[in-house]
């Protein structure tokens, strides 16, 4: 008899049929149909909800309209992924942990800490085993830096300095016109975006933040920074539409040539030149940056102190050309300097004057420098543990792991709102709180 384990294709539901739900955690269980199968699908956009089902042949009784629909009617599930918009995170992930699954669910896990602390309580009692798709931890670029670190190449590390450089382009496509422009409709963009970056700081530093100053402001894309001859949307003659780099017209069909991949298909569902242009002549992303209803910072820089002594700063900007993150950690005998998407590290050896830069390969094209995959799957396998052996092992990115990014993201927002250094309640507090 063979030792082989026997195969088992783990049975999930997808809540929200958007970029993230099928464009990336979808796109990988297709690749993957050894592994998992999605059996139900939940979205009200119903053209997108039709075309996910088609993609994963999902017939059209487990299709539904909202999540609700979707946890009251389906049995049998596995596991879940949560891939609704920010303000609809906590009522499908309190439902789904009443079905005993695992959760894949997306961040931020919530908009605020009396939500987070809603959901910690419900997982601690009913001990689910809650994924938060922090994939930055999954990448082999910061896997390789955590790895250099816990191995003391640079001694003991003193000081790190962390930029999120969001690109322009990006900027105005998620949040002056896109789902992260507004607080009240999202989250802080310290928190949209940069709960990520709180997540690898934590992670890597290998202490809590003890206390934050930040300051930021929404800079640019404002309507008193309109230039003169611009109109409210791109192709309505606007007289500075090719000088300008925010055109809609020269980010989505010259600059990214149309294609059937994010940002597109979130403009569209047809990526066509003329599907794409169709979508910018009345759709969300074809406005004037100038004249959205957006009010989320556009930059923000955040300076934290953490409890083992190590100082750190992080700068997020839309300003950039680059959409990437670049690191420099700075250690007693060394430091080790890195840029996320060119996937580059360098270490310097100050005892033997050595300087190293190495290059890492990631599979495929993959977003997220392969993070999206290795988030992916890690929380299949660790499903399929489950169902074989009746054991949980905690995720790498578990909501427990997770507390820390987001509480640090409440406090940046809040020094940078008030004016003022914010320390962090120490992590009992929010446990005694929760249970
Ligand atoms: N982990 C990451 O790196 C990462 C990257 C981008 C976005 N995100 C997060 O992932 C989440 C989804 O983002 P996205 O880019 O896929 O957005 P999206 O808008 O492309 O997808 C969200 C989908 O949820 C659907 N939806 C809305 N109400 C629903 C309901 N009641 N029931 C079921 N579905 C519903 C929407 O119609 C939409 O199709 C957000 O919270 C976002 O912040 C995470």
């Known amino acids: 008899m063979s030792d082989q384990p026997t195969a088992l294709r783990v049975r999930i539901a997808i809540l929200g049929a958007g970029h993230r739900g099928i464009g990336a955690y979808g796109s990988y269980l297709l690749r993957r149909p050894d592994l998992a199968q999605v059996v139900a699908i939940a979205d009200p ?24 629909a979707l946890l009251k009617n389906e049995n049998g599930l596995d596991a879940i992924i949560i891939a609704t918009p920010d303000r609809l995170h906590l009522a499908p992930a309190l ?44 990448t082999p670029f910061f896997s390789r830096i955590k790895e250099l670190l816990d191995r003391g190449v640079i001694g003991q590390l003193q000081a790190v300095r962390h930029t999120e450089q969001v690109g322009y382009w990006h900027f105005a496509h998620s949040y002056v016109r896109g789902n992260w422009r507004r607080v009240e409709d999202s989250s802080p963009m310290i928190l949209a975006k940069a709960c990520h970056d709180f997540d690898i700081l934590r992670w890597l530093i290998g202490s809590p933040c003890v206390e934050l100053s930040s300051y930021g402001r929404l800079g640019h894309f ?19 539409e090719r000088s300008c780099p925010y055109s809609a017209q020269r ?9 059937d991949r994010w940002p597109h298909n979130v403009v569209s569902l047809d990526t066509s ?47 950039t050309r680059e959409n990437t993150r670049t690191i420099h950690l700075m250690g007693s005998h ?36 392969g993070g999206d995959e290795g988030l992916v799957a890690d929380f299949i396998g660790r499903v399929q543990d489950r169902l074989r052996h009746g054991v949980t092992t905690a995720a790498l990115t578990s909501l427990e792991e997770s507390i820390d990014s987001h509480l640090m993201a409440f406090a940046a927002e809040e020094s940078r709102l008030r004016g003022v250094a914010v320390r962090l309640q120490p992590r009992p507090k929010l446990r005694q709180a929760a249970e």
């Open 45 to 68: 956009r119903l053209d997108w909800l039709q075309t996910a089902g088609t993609l994963h042949g999902v017939g059209s009784e487990h299709l539904y309209p909202s999540w609700e």
């Open 95 to 138: 439902a789904a942990i009443r079905h005993g699954v695992s959760i894949l669910l997306e961040k931020p896990v919530c908009p605020t800490e009396a939500e987070l602390r809603r959901l910690v309580t419900a997982v601690r009692r009913h001990r689910t085993d809650v994924t938060v798709a922090h994939v930055l931890r999954y």
């Open 222 to 240: 404002s309507l008193e920074n309109a230039p003169e001859g611009s109109t409210d949307r791109c192709d309505q003659g606007c007289k500075v």
């Open 251 to 259: 980010i989505y069909l010259e600059r990214l040539p149309p294609a």
């Open 273 to 319: 030149p003329e599907g794409l242009s169709a979508a910018l002549h009345v759709g969300p992303y074809g406005r004037c940056v100038y004249r959205c209803d957006n009010d989320v910072a556009d930059n923000q820089i955040v300076s934290m102190r953490f409890a083992n002594g190590v100082n750190a700063s992080l700068t997020v900007s839309g300003f």
């Open 334 to 369: 060394g430091e080790i300097g890195g840029n996320f998407t060119k996937n580059e590290i360098t270490v310097s050896d100050f005892r033997i004057d050595d300087k190293r830069t190495s290059q890492l390969t990631v599979p495929g094209d993959s977003e997220h420098g």
